[in-house]
């Protein structure tokens, strides 16, 4: 009997590892799935011999509703539902959420931003096929600050390019085709820091299905374009190198494929040459990131 269930479990063990899994989104109509990412990041700027560190977490939390699906397409209702920046630097400490007091400038501009609609049109591979209607976020921010220079600053951090990168950035490791445990595919995708499009190349695998959940890893390196330039507060910026590493575990939920959480770590290494007046100025800097994605819509008290 004690080698029959050897053999039993042997054979549960062969059938399992064998099996293919087709991981792919798969959301119901009327349903509303949320994520909210938490970015921390350790900076340490170099200019001129001295050394700036700077430390920033950013949450941005957002709710999806599935309008209609077509296929393997899914029109979604999408609205921010959290927003939220910390940043310390120089013995200062600066907090922005959109829960917070509306008195304060950059409160009101993330609370103007919250649960404003538009949609989304995504495949089941993660891929954003468009925005529509996001300028009404963007006319949320202008009503709510009409003369402030920080309403430019949230529209380009906040953009509907901004909202594509961050979907695809969650699901990017589905895999392309069915899959077994212990299978690897590459997974390519481009993500912006600073206006700069850097490259992101994944090695991915699936480690395991356990219970209702997949769980994926991933690992690879993060480049950048040498000889991009971008502009920041009116200086012109030359990147010369910008590369760096990440490292992740995703759990996708079976039966929708949705994020359950997601747990990342990476660092990016920048050397920046700055026009300023006329006079070129190198500038390096080290960051250190730390994120995670789960499936809910603002923090938790």
């Known amino acids: 009997?004690?080698?029959?269930?050897?053999?039993?479990?042997?054979?549960?063990?062969?059938?399992?590892?064998?099996?293919?899994?087709?991981?792919?989104?798969?959301?119901?109509?009327?349903?509303?799935?949320?994520?909210?990412?938490?970015?921390?990041?350790?900076?340490?700027?170099?200019?001129?011999?001295?050394?700036?560190?700077?430390?920033?977490?950013?949450?941005?939390?957002?709710?999806?509703?599935?309008?209609?699906?077509?296929?393997?397409?899914?029109?979604?209702?999408?609205?921010?539902?959290y927003?939220?920046?910390?940043?310390?630097?120089?013995?200062?400490?600066?907090?922005?959420?959109?829960?917070?007091?509306?008195?304060?400038?950059?409160?009101?501009l993330m609370a103007s931003m919250v649960n404003v609609p538009f949609t989304m049109k995504v495949k089941s591979n993660g891929d954003v096929i468009e925005v529509v209607g996001y300028e009404k976020v963007i006319d949320a921010m202008k009503s709510a600050m009409p003369d402030s220079p920080s309403t430019k600053e949230f529209e380009k951090s906040y953009s509907k390019e901004q909202i594509s990168q961050n979907f695809k950035s969650t699901f990017f490791a589905i895999p392309p085709k069915p899959v077994k445990i212990g299978e690897t595919w590459n997974a390519v995708f481009v993500s912006k820091n600073n206006d700069i499009?850097?490259?992101?190349?994944?090695?991915?695998?699936?480690?395991?299905?356990?219970?209702?959940?997949?769980?994926?890893?991933?690992?690879?390196?993060?480049?950048?374009?040498?000889?991009?330039?971008?502009?920041?507060?009116?200086?012109?910026?030359?990147?010369?190198?910008?590369?760096?590493?990440?490292?992740?575990?995703?759990?996708?939920d079976k039966k929708s494929s949705w994020v359950n959480s997601s747990d990342n770590l990476g660092n990016l290494n920048m050397q920046i040459e700055a026009d300023i007046n006329g006079n070129m100025m190198p500038m390096e800097s080290e960051i250190k990131m730390v994120y995670k994605t789960t499936n809910q819509p603002t923090p938790k008290k």
């Open 1 to 81: 009997m004690k080698k029959l269930s050897t053999f039993v479990l042997l054979f549960l063990a062969i059938v399992t590892f064998a099996q293919t899994y087709n991981i792919s989104l798969n959301l119901k109509k009327g349903e509303t799935y949320h994520t909210l990412t938490d970015i921390k990041m350790d900076m340490l700027q170099k200019v001129m011999g001295q050394e700036m560190p700077m430390k920033m977490n950013m949450l941005l939390g957002l709710s999806f509703n599935v309008l209609e699906v077509q296929k393997d397409v899914f029109n979604l209702e999408a609205k921010y539902s």
């Open 83 to 108: 927003l939220g920046t910390n940043v310390s630097m120089m013995g200062q400490d600066f907090v922005m959420a959109s829960d917070a007091d509306i008195s304060l400038p950059p409160n009101k």
């Open 197 to 252: 499009d850097i490259s992101n190349n994944m090695i991915c695998k699936l480690e395991a299905v356990e219970g209702d959940v997949y769980k994926i890893s991933y690992t690879g390196d993060l480049v950048a374009k040498e000889g991009t330039t971008m502009e920041k507060e009116g200086m012109k910026m030359s990147v010369k190198k910008m590369d760096g590493k990440m490292s992740g575990t995703l759990l996708l």
